[in-house]
């Protein structure tokens, strides 16, 4: 089924009035998707921005706000839908979590966390070319392999 370029529009704007998600869709598809290197750039620092306003106080405040963070980033690599964007912004998500002044092995909740996105990083490097796969390995092997036993 063609449709006509007016008939398209109003679809999309239709598809616009309704959910946030749509609209962060929409705004992706037609502003952003053309540069990837910018997009993951701003999703950088939107997630180091979310690190920084942290409430560290309680390890419960402390894993409500991991879950909100990853929940919001893989939102985002949903919306690129590309194997890149995914490992840089979780290769980032990793780093800031080693980067809170958190004592890790307090918490085996948050320490899943980071070693559950550390095994979808190695998935998602093995799905990449050979040359690719062995720098972003080389990256990986720069993150501590685990904050300790995963349970």
């Given at each position: 089924m063609?449709?006509?370029?007016?008939?398209?529009?109003?679809?999309?704007?239709?598809?616009?009035?309704?959910?946030?998600?749509?609209?962060?869709?929409?705004?992706?598809?037609?502003?952003?998707?053309?540069?990837?290197?910018?997009y993951v750039a701003n999703i950088k620092q939107d997630i180091s921005a979310q690190f920084g306003a942290m409430n560290a106080g309680n390890s419960y405040f402390i894993k409500k706000t991991l879950r909100k963070i990853l929940s919001i980033t893989t939102k985002f690599i949903q919306y690129s839908g590309s194997e890149l964007v995914k490992i840089e912004l979780l290769f980032h998500y990793c780093t800031c979590m080693l980067q809170m002044d958190v004592i890790f092995h307090r918490n085996a909740v948050i320490a899943n966390l980071y070693w559950n996105q550390r095994k979808k990083i190695m998935k998602a490097i093995s799905t990449l070319h050979e040359d690719l796969q062995y720098d972003f390995s080389r990256r990986l092997e720069a993150l501590p392999l685990q904050l300790w036993e995963p349970l």
């Open positions: 063609h449709q006509d370029t007016e008939a398209l529009v109003v679809l999309c704007l239709r598809l616009a009035r309704f959910k946030k998600d749509n609209k962060e869709l929409l705004t992706y598809l037609l502003f952003e998707a053309n540069d990837n290197d910018a």
